[in-house]
């Protein structure tokens, strides 16, 4: 059974940084792309940034020179540096990950929380 697990969640000040981590396990394949999902209270999930196998990246266009996001394929983890924190940034923080071969198998982490508050 595929299993994401995200860490590095938690408060911080505006202007902090913070840095979420994603581990995949238990997929016998390789993944493909991973991505960082956002939902903050009354608002619909989105899209913060994404990153190939190759290591391609694009990104959400409020988090643009903000975050960073990467990954180490051989641990099968993802990571998202987030400097510059603003209070607009606080939400349940998810991961995403697709199987290499088959981007239509797709796996969600189960969220954790940024709050971004003096």
């Known amino acids: 059974q595929v299993q994401l697990v995200e860490s590095g969640g938690g408060l911080v000040h505006p202007g902090g940084s913070l840095k979420l981590s994603c581990v995949v396990s238990?997929?016998?394949?390789?993944?493909?792309?991973m991505s960082w999902y956002r939902q903050a209270p009354g608002k619909q999930r989105e899209l913060v940034a994404i990153?190939?196998?190759?290591?391609?990246?694009n990104y959400a266009e409020p988090v643009k020179g903000r975050f960073t996001i990467s990954r180490d394929n051989a641990k099968n983890t993802a990571y998202l540096q987030m400097n510059a924190l603003k209070g607009e940034d606080t939400a349940v923080y998810y991961c995403?990950?697709?199987?290499?071969?088959?981007?239509?198998?797709?796996?969600w982490g189960n969220g954790t929380l940024v709050t971004v508050s003096s």
């Open positions: 995403h990950a697709a199987e290499w071969l088959a981007p239509d198998v797709t796996y």
């Open positions: 238990g997929s016998r394949f390789s993944i493909g792309a």
């Open positions: 990153i190939t196998h190759g290591g391609s990246t």
